[in-house]
């Protein structure tokens, strides 16, 4: 079982004036697949703060696993990607790329995503969008083939070739 640690970003959810039902859909499916949920955190769009956190959940060894929630859109206060690319220590493209692509699919609106994913010593960190039904369309898309990333990453498994 790998740890997940959630992160949504919202000036408002962090003032008190809006609820995270985004966060609560990233439980709800990492739990359903078998991650065990070990810390959440609510922050406004403050890029310093964002980062400071991604980097205490990696190097203390939080989680393997950080979803975040929020900020990855057009809007000025929207610095998640920034945020997370700060701490990032290596790209994992792949993982953003299939999020847009199948989103595609759904709305032409799912190319204006500025997610990422990086690696950050023994942790991967990926940016979902803000809204329920995207966080869902995305990480049920994507958390199948995640598991197998992180075995790789913290070498529970040293092979990605098929036989």
Same mark, same amino acid.
Request: hydrophobic share 30%; net charge neutral; proline share 4%.
């Given at each position: 079982m790998f740890r997940v640690a959630i992160v949504t970003l919202s000036d408002k959810g962090a003032a008190g004036q809006r609820t995270d039902e985004? &966060? #609560? @859909?990233i439980r709800e499916i990492a739990e359903q697949n078998g991650y065990e949920v070990v810390s959440y955190t609510l922050l406004p769009?403050? +890029?310093?703060q964002i980062s400071a956190e991604l980097r205490r959940l990696c190097d203390e060894n939080v989680a393997e696993l950080v979803l975040t929630t !929020? &900020?990855?859109g057009f809007s000025p206060r929207d610095c998640t990607p920034e945020a997370t690319l700060d701490v990032a220590e290596r790209l994992a493209p !792949?993982? /953003?790329? /299939?999020m847009r692509y199948s989103s595609l699919n759904i709305t032409k609106r799912a190319m204006l995503s500025r997610a990422v994913a990086v690696i950050r010593g023994g942790t991967l960190i990926v940016n979902l969008p803000g809204s329920?039904? #995207? @966080? +869902?369309e995305n990480l049920e898309y994507v958390i199948p083939a995640l !598991?197998? &990333?992180l075995e790789i990453l913290t070498g529970r498994a040293g092979e990605? /070739? +098929?036989k």
């Open positions: 985004s &966060g #609560a @859909v769009d403050e +890029r310093e !929020g &900020g990855t !792949g993982i /953003a790329e /299939a329920p039904k #995207a @966080v +869902r !598991g197998h &990333g990605c /070739a +098929r």
